[in-house]
C-alpha cells in the first residue's frame, strides 16, 4: 500500500462537489451520462460503507438552458428564474438515477444564514447527519433562488467546505474540468504538469491560479477551489481536486485515481473553532505589522490596536473579520470588539489611549483570544 492509499485507508465520510461544467453539456442541457457515472459511483461508494454527501452545481445552468439563455445572466431575478426551473428538473434527474441503484436522496438548500448563526449551522448539521444515519444521499445546494449578496455563501467550492466543517468530514473531493492542479495554466501553456501531492496551500501556490477566461455558465474557478481546499485542510480534512469526466469514484476515494491530493493539517481543529475559523463570514480584515503576525504565530494572543497597520471593509462590534498580513495573505479569524471605524481611530495605538481617542471606555484588545483562530 502506498502513502497515498495509506491516507485514505479509514475514510468514512465524504462531501462531493460537481460543478457545472462537468454537469452541462455546452447547450447548457444536463448530460445524462455524467449524472449516472456520478450517482453509480456514488451509490458504489455507499454500498462499501461510505457516507456521502454530494454538493452540486448546475441549477442555474439547466434553468438557463430551458429559458434560453445562452450566457449566465446578470440580473438576479433572471438567475433566480433559471434556479427556480433548474432546480427541480436537476433533483428529479437525481432522484430517478440514485433510485435505479436502490438508493433515496434528500435535498437540502442553504443561504449564507443558515451557516452564518451557530444555531442554525447545528441544525443543518443534525439534519444531514440523521440523513446519512438513515442511508440517505444529502444533496445540497446553494438556494440560488432567495440567496442575495447579503446571505450569499459564495460559490458552490466554499460550500462544499462549509459542509466539510460541519460535517467532520474524512475527505472533500472537488470535481471540475481539470485533471487537478498544474504548475502553470494547461489551457495556455502545453508544457503544463499536474502537481500529484500539495502539502500546504501556500501564497505561492495560490498564485498558480491563473486569470484565465471562464465559463459562461459557471461561476468561480481554479482560485476559488484552492480558496475552498484551503479551508478544509487547515481544518485538518484531506482534500483531492480531479476531473469529474468519467471518474471512478471508488478508485478516486482510495487513493487510485488521478488528481491532486491535499495533504491536511496536523490536528484538527475542534467544530466550535471550525465554525469561528472558516464557515462564519468575514465581514472585512485587519492587516497586521510583521511584529504583529509574528507575536500570533507564535503563541495564542490577543489582536492589540497596536499592531494594526489597515482595516478594510465595514464590520460592526461582533463582526467576523480577518486577520492578514500586510501582503493580505490571512492568518486568521475572529471576533471584533470594536467597529471598523473605531479601529481605523485607534489602530497602532496603544490600549491605554483607547479610553481618550474614542470618549469612552472599552476593551484593550481588538480581539481577544479566545474569539480568534490563527491557521
Same mark, same amino acid.
Given at each position: @500500500?502506498?502513502?497515498?492509499?495509506?491516507?485514505?485507508?479509514?475514510?468514512?465520510? $465524504? &462531501?462531493?462537489?460537481?460543478g457545472?461544467?462537468?454537469?452541462?453539456?455546452?447547450?447548457?442541457?444536463l448530460?445524462?451520462?455524467q449524472?449516472?457515472?456520478?450517482s453509480?459511483?456514488?451509490s458504489?461508494?455507499?454500498?462499501r460503507?461510505?457516507?456521502?454527501?454530494?454538493?452540486?452545481?448546475?441549477?442555474?445552468g439547466?434553468?438557463?438552458?430551458?429559458?434560453?439563455?445562452?450566457?449566465?445572466?446578470t440580473?438576479?431575478?433572471?438567475? +433566480?428564474?433559471?434556479?427556480?426551473?433548474?432546480?427541480?428538473?436537476? @433533483?428529479q434527474?437525481?432522484?430517478?438515477?440514485?433510485?435505479?441503484?436502490?438508493k433515496t &436522496?434528500?435535498?437540502? $438548500?442553504?443561504?449564507?444564514?443558515?451557516?452564518?448563526?451557530?444555531?442554525r449551522?447545528n441544525?443543518?448539521?443534525?439534519?444531514?447527519?440523521?440523513?446519512?444515519?438513515?442511508?440517505?444521499?444529502?444533496?445540497?445546494?446553494?438556494?440560488?433562488t432567495?440567496t442575495t449578496?447579503?446571505?450569499?455563501?459564495?460559490?458552490?467550492?466554499k *460550500?462544499?467546505?462549509d459542509?466539510a +466543517?460541519?460535517?467532520?468530514?474524512?475527505?472533500?473531493?472537488?470535481?471540475?474540468?481539470?485533471e487537478?492542479?498544474?504548475?502553470?495554466?494547461?489551457?495556455?501553456?502545453?508544457?503544463?504538469?499536474?502537481?500529484e501531492?500539495?502539502?500546504?496551500?501556500?501564497?505561492?501556490?495560490?498564485?498558480?491560479?491563473?486569470?484565465k477566461?471562464?465559463?459562461?455558465v459557471?461561476?468561480?474557478?481554479?482560485?476559488?477551489?484552492?480558496?475552498?481546499?484551503?479551508q478544509?485542510?487547515?481544518?485538518?480534512?484531506p482534500?483531492?481536486?480531479?476531473r469529474?469526466?468519467?471518474?471512478?469514484? &471508488?478508485?478516486?476515494? +482510495?487513493?487510485?485515481?488521478?488528481?491532486?491530493?491535499?495533504?491536511?493539517?496536523?490536528?484538527?481543529?475542534?467544530?466550535?473553532?471550525?465554525?469561528?475559523?472558516?464557515?462564519?463570514?468575514a465581514?472585512g +480584515?485587519?492587516? *497586521?505589522?510583521?511584529?504583529?503576525?509574528k507575536? @500570533?504565530?507564535?503563541?495564542?494572543?490577543?489582536?492589540?490596536?497596536?499592531?494594526?497597520?489597515?482595516?478594510?471593509?465595514?464590520?460592526?462590534?461582533?463582526?467576523? &473579520?480577518?486577520?492578514c498580513?500586510?501582503?493580505?495573505?490571512?492568518?486568521?479569524?475572529?471576533?471584533?470588539?470594536?467597529?471598523?471605524?473605531?479601529?481605523?481611530?485607534?489602530?497602532?495605538r496603544?490600549?491605554?489611549?483607547?479610553?481618550?481617542? *474614542?470618549?469612552r471606555?472599552?476593551?484593550?484588545?481588538?480581539?481577544?483570544?479566545?474569539?480568534?483562530?490563527v491557521y
Amino acid at each position: @500500500m502506498n502513502s497515498r492509499e495509506a491516507l485514505f485507508e479509514d475514510l468514512r465520510t $465524504l &462531501v462531493i462537489k460537481v460543478g457545472t461544467r462537468v454537469l452541462c453539456e455546452d447547450d447548457n442541457s444536463l448530460s445524462e451520462a455524467q449524472l449516472a457515472n456520478l450517482s453509480s459511483g456514488i451509490s458504489a461508494l455507499q454500498d462499501r460503507g461510505y457516507s456521502v454527501v454530494l454538493v452540486t452545481s448546475g441549477a442555474v445552468g439547466v434553468g438557463m438552458g430551458v429559458l434560453g439563455y445562452s450566457e449566465r445572466p446578470t440580473v438576479p431575478a433572471e438567475k +433566480q428564474a433559471c434556479a427556480a426551473i433548474g432546480q427541480i428538473r436537476l @433533483m428529479q434527474k437525481y432522484a430517478d438515477l440514485f433510485k435505479s441503484h436502490g438508493k433515496t &436522496v434528500g435535498q437540502i $438548500l442553504l443561504t449564507g444564514d443558515d451557516f452564518h448563526d451557530a444555531k442554525r449551522f447545528n441544525n443543518v448539521r443534525q439534519t444531514v447527519r440523521t440523513l446519512l444515519a438513515k442511508g440517505v444521499v444529502p444533496i445540497v445546494n446553494e438556494n440560488d433562488t432567495v440567496t442575495t449578496e447579503e446571505i450569499k455563501v459564495g460559490d458552490n467550492d466554499k *460550500l462544499s467546505a462549509d459542509v466539510a +466543517q460541519f460535517l467532520e468530514a474524512d475527505l472533500l473531493v472537488i470535481l471540475s474540468d481539470e485533471e487537478g492542479l498544474y504548475d502553470k495554466n494547461p489551457k495556455a501553456h502545453a508544457d503544463a504538469r499536474r502537481i500529484e501531492v500539495v502539502e500546504r496551500i501556500t501564497p505561492d501556490i495560490l498564485r498558480l491560479a491563473e486569470e484565465k477566461p471562464g465559463s459562461k455558465v459557471s461561476v468561480g474557478g481554479m482560485r476559488a477551489k484552492l480558496n475552498a481546499i484551503r479551508q478544509a485542510t487547515e481544518a485538518g480534512t484531506p482534500a483531492v481536486l480531479a476531473r469529474g469526466h468519467r471518474v471512478n469514484l &471508488v478508485e478516486l476515494v +482510495q487513493g487510485r485515481g488521478a488528481g491532486t491530493l491535499f495533504l491536511p493539517r496536523s490536528t484538527r481543529i475542534d467544530r466550535k473553532r471550525r465554525w469561528l475559523a472558516f464557515v462564519s463570514k468575514a465581514k472585512g +480584515q485587519l492587516l *497586521l505589522d510583521p511584529g504583529a503576525v509574528k507575536a @500570533m504565530q507564535g503563541k495564542p494572543s490577543s489582536v492589540l490596536p497596536a499592531g494594526i497597520k489597515k482595516v478594510r471593509g465595514t464590520f460592526e462590534p461582533g463582526d467576523f &473579520v480577518e486577520i492578514c498580513t500586510l501582503k493580505g495573505e490571512v492568518i486568521g479569524r475572529g471576533r471584533t470588539a470594536y467597529s471598523s471605524a473605531d479601529v481605523g481611530k485607534i489602530k497602532g495605538r496603544k490600549s491605554g489611549e483607547i479610553t481618550e481617542i *474614542l470618549g469612552r471606555k472599552g476593551p484593550g484588545e481588538i480581539i481577544h483570544r479566545d474569539r480568534l483562530v490563527v491557521y
